[in-house]
């Protein structure tokens, strides 16, 4: 079977670099906007001082995902329950880590709230639970866009051995063709020998 070619890994490493800051960006400006129209002070060097970080993050854990993705994939014909129940530890897990990571950068970037200065565990035991559910959320999406990719992948792959399974049998037909003509041929000749 073919293999696919592999885009080289600072290749990978620009893109989900781009692509985790233009998600972080958007959520940055809607955050801005909204806030903005509920008429709450709110800077946008704030908006983005809180989403760049909180996607940064998660553009490092997402290689982990996408591995334990691919190691543990999730897949329904035959249900692989093992699988399924693994994920469910695993996300929980990386929503933990990514909140933890978020709260020390946040914390260590405005370890002031409303102009008080908050002790670490404080922080953390007043946001922590807030955020976990969002990180779950995220977590989720992630892993759902592994399992995508690993599909599709897949039925790339497969398309591609059932067009080289195709070219066999084509390539065996034509054989039999030739193989058939020289039988008839032989025969014609000697019958014409008699």
Known sequence: M????STPKWRTAILLFGVWTLVGLVFAALRYASLTIENRHFALHDALRQNLPYFYIWGTLSPLIFRFSHRFPVEFRPLRLRNLLLHIPTI????????GMFLAILWFLNPRINGDLVPIAEFYRQWFAWGLY???IVASLIGIAAHA???YRDFKAGEVRQSELKAQ???AQLQTLKMQTNILTNRWSRSSRK
Not at 2 to 5: I, M, P, Q, S, T
């Open 149 to 151: 990719f690993i599909y």
């Open 92 to 99: 929980l897990l990386f929503a933990g880590i990514h909140q």
């Open 134 to 136: 969002q990180d779950l």
């Open 2 to 5: 073919r293999e696919f070619k």
């Open 169 to 171: 049998l084509a390539q």
